[in-house]
Every structure is written in C-alpha cells, then in structure tokens.
C-alpha cells in the first residue's frame, strides 16, 4: 500500500478551498438524513478533517480570515435583522432577560470555580465571563425559518448582546488589574472610547448611508459600502478595548433600517454569508476541539463535566425563569435557551486571554485543562444549541401557521400584483415597492407587463420594453421572488392593460406616474384616466424620487366615508406592511372614526408598525400637509372613483393640488378596491367612457385662466 500520509496535512490554498466547499456541499445533505441541524455537520466536519481527527487540512491563516469575518457576519445579521421596534416597546423585558443571562451564569462559574475546581479568584472571574458571555451560533437557523422578527429570537438577540458587552467590560478590568493599568486614567479612557464609539456610529453612519443610498444605486457598490461599515465598526469597537462582534453588531443596528429584511440587498447579504463565510467560521470552530481530551484522566473528565454541566444550567435558568418573569410561551423559553446556551467565539477568544496572562506567582490564569474543559464546553453547547433552536423554530412555526390559517382574511388570498412598466427607470422602483408591499406567506409572484403601441415602430419598442422587463426581473431574482413578465402589442395602451389584467386575474396594479413631455401634456398621461374608471380593483400610480429604505416617513391622507369601501383593509395591510419592512413611521390624516378603525386593524395585524394619527377635517386641508412632508418623505393621496361612496367633487382638483403643493416629494395616489360594473359587462345604460374631469371642472379651468389674463 503506497504511503498517502506525506501529502498530509493539505497545504495547497486551491485543494484547501475545494475541501471547505465540499464540506459546505455534503454537510447539510448529510445531515438532513440523520435529522440533525446542519450547523452541528460544520462543526463535526471541521473536527474531523483538523489536526485532531484525519489531518485532512491545516488550520491555516485562511481560517483565521474567513472565521472571523463569519464570525462578524453573524452578529451583523444580527443586529441587522432586529425588530428596532420591539426593542423600544420591550426595553423592559430586554433588560431583564440581559441581567438574568450575565448574572446567573456568572455567578454559577465563579462559585464553581472556587469550590469545585479550585481555582484563584482572577481565574474563576475569568471563567465567569465565558460562561456568561454566548454566541448566536445557532442564528442562521432561525434565518432559514424565517423567524428573525419573532419576539423570543429578538429578546434573545439583543439580551446576548448585553450579557457580552458586560462580560467584555469585566475582562478588560481584569487585563487591566493583571496589567497594573486598572487605575482611574484606564477606566476613563475606556469608557470615553466606548461612549464616543457608540455616538458617532449611531449619529454618523446612518446620514452617511442615507447620503449613499440617495446618489448611487449599483447592487456592487451598494454591497460594498455596507461591508466597509461593518468591518470599520468592529476594528473601531477593537480598539476600543471591546471584542469586533461589538462593533458588527452595532454596525447592524444602525443599518438596520436602511436595508429592509425583503431588500435584493439582504437577500445578497444573508446569501454570501451563509454560503461561504459563516460555514467557514463553524468549521474552524470544528478544528480546534480535540475530543481525545476525555480520555487523558479524571482531572480533565471532571473539568469538563463541570464546565457542560453548569454552563448549560446557568443560561436554562435565565432562559425559563425570564419566560416565566414575562408570562411568555413554553416554547419562547425553550428559543431563548436554544440560541443563549452556545459558547463559540468568545470563549475561545477570553481562552487565549487567560492562556497568556499571568499571575503574581509566574504561572498562567488558565492551563491545558482549562483550554480542553472549554473547548469541549464549546462543542457540547453548540450541539444542544443547534438541536434545541432547531426544534423551537418549527414547533413556533407550525403553531403560527395553525393560528395565521384561523384569523388569515380570505379575501386577501386573491393577492396578485400586476406591474405596467413602461419607462426603464421605473423598473427596479416599483418592483422593489411591490415587493415590499408583498404577501410573503402567500410566496406569490409579480407579473410584469410591457404593453406596446402596434404601430410602424412596434418592433423597436417591443425590443426596448423587453430590456425593461428583463432589468425588472433580475431586481425580482436578487430579491428571491418570482416574476412571470409579458410584452404585448395593442392598438390602446389602457386596453393592454385592462386585457392582461384579466388574463392574469389580477387583484390589484402598481404602475409609474405619467411623465410629463411638454407644458400641455395632462398629469395622468393619455391611458391612466381608462385605467381607472374601468378598473374597480386597486390601482397605486407611484412616482418614488428616493430610494424606499432611506424614506422617514409615510404621511397618509385618508378622505372621509372611506371605510365604506370594499378595499378599506387591503390598502392598509399594503401600507403597513411597506412602513414595517422600511422601518419608518407611518402618519394617518383624516377623520377620528376613520383613524379608530386604521388603528385598530394595525395594532391586531402589526402591532410593530410605529403610527401617529392626525385629524384631517375636511379634504379641502390637503396643500396644509405640504408644510409636514419633507423630500425625503412619502406622500400616499386615497382617492376615489366619480360615483363611488367616498368620491368628492374637490379630486378633480388633485393633480393640480399635488404638482403646486407636493412637487418633490415621493407620492402614491391609490385607487381602492370599489364596487362598480364587472369588466366584461357593458349596458346601455352604463357609460361607454368617462373623463376623468368633468365639463364643470374644465369650465372652472378656464374662467380661472381668463382671470389671470386679465390681471
């Protein structure tokens, strides 16, 4: 038999990679058919090709890169994924949970660490910070049930943080005490570093990436600008005194409302992370465990024991006394405790620190035994994180799924959003709009359509609106939502639509407002006025100036007799699902009783949704908005249809009311769903066309006209 051991360890940086993405590659498929999360094969992976199980692969400088950077990339998603609004309503309940999480844990090391291990004082404290510190290890897989936003997994994300940021405080103390250097300077020097860190992230960066977002649009450059703040924030929050995930965390947070969790920008974001560097990260955690350590004495074993064992108790008793302390769910507890109990990276990194630091005597804080207790801590943890947050997340998601089918609304399953582009710069606009106004429960598709004028340049035209359905689509892809597009020919424009409208059972359009070409050209354009008065489901007519994720507010101007439209709750569940996945506050204007029932529907359907309200008396006080609604602000206009229950003679003043009031702001005019003939049926007596301004409005037009001649 030939000798294959020299040509291991693997060294080459090539067959090293090909390595590591086999592993990504079978891992998963391997574990999916033992039942076991995925995370636990990168981890068992890693042991088994590191030095301490076949010696496969080196633990070269490349995972030290790539670990780290995977590392940061979880915190990162994180922090970018959190529900800001939560956290203000439950400041509470996070505090609690982060004090429960530090000090038991806390306590339970140092007491063990004294007693049953006999360890000094700095060594236990030491100690202590490991097992009250955690990392969310086990985080991706709640990305992949989507459950980012549940209440248990925010309380968990943001309680982590605290019990880490106090762990990392109480380590640099005792650096600093081992140092000498623990004095008033040090202390005032770290902790202006630290609140200086904090103020200029939370004030500089998100003005930063909103002047960003505004002026450039490019998916790469969009991408790289975030990594750039992530990585500057955890070298900042390094030399500060604190550990990067700090930093990449923090970073998080303050991009968190300018990337919305439906963006094509998370998608890329969560898509290279998970397929490259987090991987990365969980096979070099893999590669530094040894488990032949369980079998070099009693000494060990018992480290060991001790570490697992009471390592898990402390973060179960914070997990389940805190869900106990807020009346939550069993299973909440059960996801707190899951994604609380793994010890991985800052372990390992307060494990080097004690490995180097010495004591008064000349010997080390932590010997062997120590690094093999905790690394065997690491590997047991991160095994009963990952089965118990894998449980939790589908026991949560099947419960959710059970209640969302009793209290779902029939009527919103007809959802399917037809989207008329005609001109290239309203493409990725309005399908980034329509994909944030989504359904995602429902996972349908868009529809785009590029409907063509049948005349001698048809083919050139056609050509052109094909580009723009394909830009539509690649926008719709980098997303993860599907788009069926069309290009068809029509003589009329308005009957394009109306037909594909139809063909496709549409519930609902979100097109561009008419570009005006010359000073006589109309507001509506030539086919919008047919759209809507033989249309009676939904129309939005949206012209976005800004990028939707820099938007700060949403101000809806709601008429009265409103409520009394069939479409009354489609538009708001629209509206507020745009506002929550933005991020910003949504402003209702209109009556009193219109406003009770808005809020109402928001507090029982998105309770996260951060609304103000407002009483608009009479339609008339619509250009007094034009003082509240900034640039960088959405403007949405409720209308309706001549004939309709809330239909007022004063809209046929509204173009001219949005062009001299509102003329650089973001705006949406909505049509609601109301009730009117089927579109297939025409009568006598029903009107085989309608203007969309009557005679007696026009006539105004021109007495008005001839009165400013005549000044």
Known sequence: ?????????????????????????????????????????????????????????????????????????????????????????????????????????????????????????????????????????????????????????????????????LSLLILAAIVGSASGDAGVTFWVLFVTKVILFCTVLSLVIPRLTRWFFNHYDDSVMLYIYTMSVLFLSAAVSEFCGLEGIFGAFMAGLALNRYIPSVSPLMNRIEFIG????????????????????????????WVVF?????????????????????????????MMFGLTEAHAAGGIAMTMVGMHMMLPDGSYVFDANVLNGVVMMILFTCIVSSIVVDNSAQAILLKEKLNIAETENIAADDEQMLLPLQHDEDADTLVNLAIMMRNKRLNRGLIGLNVVYDDVNSNRNRKEGRNILERAEETAISADVLMQSQSRLSTNIANGIKHAFKEFDASEIIMGLHRKTSPNDSFWGAYTPGLITEINRQIMICRILK?????????????????????FYRWIEHLSRLAGNIGCKIIFHGREKTNGLIEEYIRNRHPEVRMEFEE????????????????????????????????????????IELTENFPTCSLIILYPDQHGQPQDVMTFTAPQRRDSESAYATLLKWVERMKMKRR
């Not at 570490?307 to 769910?329: E, H, Q, R, W």
């Not at 507010?553 to 007799?561: E, L, N, W």
Request: charged share 15%; proline share 6%; with cysteine.
């Open 616 to 655: 608009l008396v009479h339609w008339k006080e619509l250009p007094t908005l034009s003082d509240k609604v900034r640039d960088d602000h959405l403007l949405v206009v409720i209308t309706a249809r001549p004939g309709t229950v809330s239909y007022k003679p004063a809209f046929e003043r509204l173009p």
């Open 547 to 567: 990028p939707l994720s820099t938007l700060r507010r949403i101000h809806v101007a709601v008429p009265s007799r409103v409520e009394f439209e069939p479409g």
């Open 274 to 301: 998970n397929a490259l560097f987090i991987p990365y990260f969980l096979i070099g955690v893999g590669m530094l465990i040894d488990i032949s350590v369980l079998f070099h004495g009693y000494d060990t074993l």
């Open 306 to 334: 001790c570490m697992v064992v009471f390592a898990t108790l402390g973060k179960a008793i914070a997990a389940y006394a805190s869900c106990f302390i807020f009346k939550a769910p069993l299973l909440s507890g059960h």
């Open 1 to 165: 038999m030939p000798d294959i051991s020299q040509y291991f360890p693997i060294t080459d940086p090539t067959l090293i990679f090909f390595v590591v993405l086999c592993i990504i590659l079978f891992a998963p498929i391997v574990m999916s058919r033992l039942r076991i999360p995925h995370i636990i094969g990168m981890v068992l992976a890693g042991i088994m090709v590191g030095r301490y199980g076949l010696n496969i692969l080196e633990r070269d400088s490349s995972f030290e890169l790539f670990g780290k950077v995977g590392l940061l990339y979880i915190m990162f998603l994180a922090g970018l994924e959190m529900n800001l609004t939560n956290i203000r309503k439950r400041q509470r309940q996070f505090l609690v949970f982060g004090l429960l999480t530090f000090a038991i844990p806390f306590c339970t090391a140092y007491l063990v660490g004294i007693f049953l291990l006999g360890y000094s004082e700095i060594t236990s404290l030491l100690l202590a910070c490991i097992f009250a510190s955690n990392t969310l290890i086990a985080y991706p897989i709640v990305c992949k049930f989507g459950l980012q936003k549940h209440p248990s997994v925010a309380l968990s994300v943001g309680s982590s943080m605290i019990a880490l940021t």
